[in-house]
């Protein structure tokens, strides 16, 4: 270490400098300058043109060369961080945060966030530059596939007119960040208790949307089928649960499914969205998305409202043969009463609820009204 000799860069734009740590001579013609502790971890500084100045015993010496005397020190990012973890991973639905770490990051230059894979699915986003070692993006949502995506930042005014930012190849290899997929409902759904499998018993004319749930979501992979499980209870408050069939999705980021067959009450259910293979086994659970960016109403997520359906209806003490004893919707055989009223009509139908029918601001009531 030849401490009669120093070397200092001076920023050509954002005013800094950088110190040698020590200085060897390597030959009569050749002078080498080491930045950073032990020549091994290069100071912190901003992306520039440097001014070299070297000094002897605190003299600066004249530079002779016809070359310019500056150094450009390049910014360059080394890793990501995505929910604490180098291993990144993160909703294809967009909204969370990622952290790129790096150094030379400059305030005066535009930093971006690159999504890529294969050549036509594509996303980006503005970087936020928090310090000259670290940018931070928002994930935006991702129109396609879950999986593998490459990443990288790319600097410019104008993301059509920005060039990447070189990536460090001395940092740690880690492996691709993951896009995985994500659902969630766009409003509150409702559905039979009865399922598709029984839709002959709804009083529903046309298609009716309470046979399916219509899920909502990004990355849905087109060679996997899906499924929901419901969870809600019997009417007298025990667990009940049932599983839909599997179907592929229509697109990445939509998927209709049969509502099935439950065997509990009414209410409110909560949904459990499976990802299976493509023969629909071999099922794993799907991410739900709480991503606040995405705005759902309510903050709806995962709930779903399972209808009881009524079938018939009898009138015991007054129906006899040759008519029955019971009376169907929309048949041929009406229910009929004295309009003095007085008269007990029983209702026959699959989910209904204890709790429901004992509430006091919610209670079973049977309407009666002119028929058309």
């Not at 004295?338 to 204890?354: D, K, R, W, Y």
Request: hydrophobic share 40%; net charge negative; proline share 6%.
């Amino acid at each position: 270490n030849h401490v009669e000799y120093s070397c200092i860069l001076t920023g050509m734009v954002n005013v800094s400098s950088l110190a040698s740590s020590f200085v060897t001579i390597e030959s009569p013609g050749v002078l080498r300058c080491f930045f950073g502790r032990d020549g091994d971890a290069f100071p912190t500084y901003v992306s520039q043109d440097f001014a070299l100045t070297l000094s002897h015993n605190g003299v600066p010496l004249p530079w002779t060369s016809p070359e310019p005397r500056v150094v450009f020190l390049s910014e360059a990012w080394t890793g990501l961080t995505c929910r604490g973890s180098r291993w990144c991973t993160a909703r294809a639905s967009g909204g969370e945060l990622l952290l790129v770490t790096g150094y030379g990051f400059n305030h005066a230059v535009q930093y971006w966030c690159r999504w890529s894979r294969g050549g036509g699915e594509e996303m980006s986003s503005m970087a936020e530059m928090d310090s000259s070692e670290a940018l931070s993006c928002e994930i935006p949502a991702w129109s396609w596939e879950e999986g593998a995506v490459d990443f990288t930042v790319l600097k410019g005014g104008a993301l059509n007119a920005a060039t990447p930012v070189l990536r460090d190849e001395s940092a740690p290899v880690l492996p691709d960040m993951q896009l995985e997929a994500t659902w969630w409902f766009a409003d509150l759904q409702e559905g039979y208790v009865t399922g598709d499998g029984l839709a002959s018993l709804v009083r529903a004319a046309g298609n009716d949307e309470r046979l399916n749930l219509t899920i909502t979501a990004r990355g849905l992979v087109s060679t996997s089928t899906y499924r929901a499980r419901f969870s809600g209870h019997t009417s007298d408050g025990a667990p009940a649960q049932t599983i839909s069939g599997a179907r592929p999705p229509e697109n990445a980021s939509h998927l209709v499914l049969p509502v099935p067959a439950f065997s509990g009450a009414e209410g409110l259910a909560s949904v459990e969205m499976l990802k299976c293979d493509a023969m629909g086994n071999r099922c794993a659970g799907l991410l739900p998305d709480a991503a606040p960016s995405l705005a759902k109403p309510g903050g709806l997520i995962d709930a779903f409202r399972l209808l009881a359906v009524w079938t018939r209806a009898a009138m015991p003490t007054l129906m006899e043969a040759p008519h029955g004893r019971y009376c169907y919707p929309d048949a041929a055989i009406p229910c009929w009463a004295p309009s003095t009223g007085n008269a007990l009509i029983q209702v026959v139908g699959v989910g209904f609820s204890e709790s429901l029918g004992r509430s006091g601001a919610e209670k079973y009531q049977c309407l009666l009204r002119d028929a058309p």
